[in-house]
């Protein structure tokens, strides 16, 4: 199984850059697409950004392109989401998810999950 444990989460002010890590176990890492997701409160899960397993490709949310960049080190086991110019609308549990799709942006074709770390965005 590919367990996945996230990091970097915290709070921040309104224009600020916070960077969040996803760390994967297994030599099995670079067999699936990432995908970082988030849930805001009262909200539904949604997607955030996500990038194929050689990394060579991206893709994410309008609400946060050009703010956000996910990448991923698959010597590392690890993938990343850098935030910058973060919004009060940007707070949310951050999660991070493994896909065996190419890529995607359905939150259901996400199999694997982390449990997630806070990100609070203050103003």
């Known amino acids: 199984q590919l367990q996945l444990v996230e990091s970097g989460g915290g709070l921040v002010q309104a224009g600020g850059s916070l960077k969040v890590s996803c760390a994967a176990s297994?030599?099995?890492?670079?067999?699936?697409?990432m995908g970082w997701l988030r849930q805001g409160p009262g909200k539904e899960r949604e997607f955030v950004a996500g990038?194929?397993?050689?990394?060579?490709?991206?893709y994410y949310a309008d609400s946060v392109k050009g703010r956000f960049t996910i990448s991923r080190d698959n010597a590392k086991n690890t993938v990343y989401l850098q935030m910058n110019s973060l919004k009060p609308e940007d707070t949310a549990v951050y999660l991070c998810?493994?896909?065996?799709?190419?890529?995607?942006?359905?939150?259901?074709?996400?199999?694997?999950w982390g449990q997630g770390t806070q990100v609070t965005v203050s103003s």
């Open positions: 990038i194929t397993r050689s990394g060579g490709t991206t």
């Open positions: 998810a493994a896909t065996v799709a190419t890529a995607t942006m359905k939150v259901y074709d996400y199999g694997y």
């Open positions: 297994g030599r099995t890492f670079s067999s699936y697409a």
